[in-house]
Structures are given as structure tokens and as C-alpha cells.
């Protein structure tokens, strides 16, 4: 519930005053706008306390002095990595003393919490300029030229591991209930590579890549997948190819086949994967395969094809339609790594 304005002290001076003159409780907040229970409850203080001022409360004062609180606000506003114990140190050093839960607590007021850092890709400052160019050069592209995108990528999936993730409903202590825990083993119990690729109208191919990946397989990946996924999307003529600058990618042999092709290939900044909508598609994967918990490598790679063909066509739409949002967020951070988010 919202709290309410608090009374002026001349609104409740005049309050005792006009009871004074014998007015009654509802004709009091009548006069001044005011319930009549807010009036009931001035006119008792007064005769409680002979006062209309605010009395002192309960609960202990804050260890943390207002000067405190903007002074370490200040400095993990700065430097986020900044720990609790050296703000401790630093609030010693001015004369109090505090304990690590306090500044946690103190903090969390000011709306700051811990947290774990994201780990994103390394940007160098010609990645940032790079990511910048390219978000400012296609802002105005209109929609109809990113549904003409075949977007593709690779990716890795664990049997077991990180990717395995869950929420379970315990009761206390019961964390280690069979139920509520994922079984996990060394090392992640191995992982398949996947190769896919995706448009507005939906999911193209998804092929498991058996071998380490090199320039000729990669091709032989293109000529077998890349083709056919585009007749299934019905793509118009003219489609465009992404994929992102692996050196697989970019090798003079691939430009030159690609060429030879004649495909169109869409021009990527280095370093970019919050620019690749199929980013948002694996992790939506990742998520559904973690869900059936797959016991073995075969599973695993069955239930992947069994879902990445369940995708809705409609999150594929939602992803490419609402590309501008991608490059207006690189410019809004100034060519850094932005948010990805999955959309339903």
C-alpha cells in the first residue's frame, strides 16, 4: 500500500485550534480536507502529549550516517568491484564501525544489490567502433530487410552441466532430496556441437557437427543445410547469409566459395553475439533440452533436433521484427555488450 502525505504542522495546528473552539471531528475535516480519522487521531496526541509534532519512533537509528551511506554509495557506484570488507575499512577510517551485513543492507536501500558479473565477449576499443559503426549504419534498415536474413551460428550443449539448470519447490532441509537435485559428472559427461541457422519464418536446419570443425567441413555444412533452409523458409530471392568472423568464416578459401555461390553475405562486427538473434534461440534450446533431461549423448542430440524443431515460427518473427532494438541498445552503450533476452 502506498503511504499517505503526511500532514503539514500548520494544518495540524489548525486542527487542535478549531477543536478548541468546540468544532466537531467532521466539521474539522470538512473545513481543511482532511478524514475525519486523520483529525481524530491529531486532536488524541495532542491531549495525550500537549503536542502535534512527530514522535520519535521505534526500531534503532541507521549505523550508517547519511554522509556515510553517499559516501560508499558513491565509491561502488564508481567501482563496482569494490568489496564489502574495504568499505568497512573506508567507513572505519571515518570514524564507524560497521559490519559487512550492514553495508549489504545499506546498500540494498540506496538499490544496489551484489551481484555476479556477466561474462561477455573481450572488446577491444576497434570492436567497439566496429559494433557502433554497424548499429548506426542499418538503424533506419527497414524490417523487411532483416526478414530476408538467414541467421546462423554454432553452438555447444552438455549432457550435464551449466546448461542443466532447473527451479525445484523443498522444503527445508530436503536440498539433496534425489528429486530436487540434477545429477551432474566430471568434466559435463560430454556435449554435441550444433550447427543452425534460422529466419522470420522459423527454424531452418539444425545438424550435429561429429567432427572438429574446419574450413572444408564448414563448407560442406553451407552446401548441404544452408541451401535447402532457405527453399523450406521460402525465402525471397536475394536472401542474405550471417555468419559471424571465425576464422572459419573469413579464411580466403570460404570468401572465395561463397563468392562462386553467389550468395550474399551480411557484413558482421567482430566480437558481436547480442547482435545475433540466434543467440536467443539456443539459449530458448538450452532451456527446453535441460527440461527433458536427456540421460545419455544419443538423447541428447535426438531431444535437440525434437525441440529446436518446436520452436514457434512466431519467436523467430518476434526476434528479427524487433531488431532495430538490438542497435539501439549498442548505441545506447556506446558499442558495448548489451542485454539478450529471449522473445515469446
Known amino acids: 500500500m502506498a503511504k499517505t502525505k503526511e500532514l503539514s504542522k500548520d494544518t495540524r495546528n489548525k486542527i487542535v485550534d478549531l477543536h478548541q473552539t468546540g468544532k466537531t471531528e467532521s466539521a474539522i475535516g470538512k473545513q481543511l480536507g482532511v478524514k475525519k480519522s486523520t483529525v481524530g487521531a491529531i486532536i488524541r496526541k495532542w491531549k495525550t502529549y500537549k503536542t502535534t509534532d512527530d ?15 553517499k ?28 559490519t559487512k551485513a550492514t553495508i549489504s543492507n545499506t546498500l540494498r536501500r540506496q538499490g544496489l544489490k551484489s551481484c555476479s558479473a556477466r561474462r561477455v565477449p573481450l572488446l577491444k576499443p576497434v570492436h567497439v567502433q566496429a559494433r557502433l559503426k554497424f548499429a548506426r549504419e542499418h538503424l533506419d534498415d527497414p524490417e523487411e530487410d532483416w526478414e530476408n536474413v538467414i541467421w546462423s551460428d554454432e553452438t555447444k550443449i552438455e549432457l550435464f552441466g551449466k546448461n542443466s539448470t532447473c527451479r525445484v519447490w523443498r522444503r527445508k532441509n530436503a536440498e539433496l532430496h534425489p528429486k530436487n537435485t540434477i545429477p551432474t559428472v566430471k568434466h559435463g559427461g560430454g556435449n554435441i556441437m550444433l550447427w543452425g541457422c534460422f529466419s522470420a519464418k522459423g527454424p531452418g536446419r539444425l ?26 523458409l521460402k525465402m525471397k530471392r536475394g536472401w542474405v547469409f550471417q555468419h559471424d568472423n571465425d576464422p572459419k568464416h573469413t579464411a580466403r578459401a570460404m570468401k572465395e566459395w561463397l563468392r562462386k555461390k ?44 525434437e525441440e529446436w524443431a518446436k520452436l514457434p515460427a512466431t519467436v523467430c518473427k518476434n526476434l528479427v521484427a524487433t531488431y532495430r532494438k538490438r542497435l539501439t541498445s549498442v548505441i545506447a552503450n556506446k558499442g558495448y555488450i548489451t542485454v539478450l533476452r529471449v522473445l515469446r
Open 207 to 232: 545438424i550435429r557437427v561429429k567432427e572438429r570443425m574446419n574450413g572444408a567441413m564448414y563448407r560442406e555444412i553451407l552446401s548441404k543445410n544452408l541451401i535447402p533452409s532457405a527453399r523450406a
Open 55 to 69: 514522535l520519535p519512533r521505534s526500531g534503532a537509528p541507521h549505523k550508517i550516517s547519511p554522509p556515510g551511506v
Open 262 to 305: 553467389h550468395f550474399k553475405v551480411q557484413e558482421w562486427p567482430s566480437q558481436s553475439p547480442d547482435l545475433n538473434p540466434i543467440e536467443n534461440l539456443w539459449r530458448e534450446l538450452k532451456i527446453r533440452v535441460a527440461q527433458r533431461q536427456p540421460q545419455n549423448i544419443t538423447a541428447l542430440e535426438e531431444i535437440c533436433m
Open 71 to 98: 559516501m560508499i554509495t558513491r565509491t561502488v557506484s564508481k567501482h563496482p568491484r569494490t568489496t564489502r570488507g574495504d568499505l568497512v575499512n573506508d567507513l572505519q577510517r571515518a570514524g564507524t564501525k560497521v
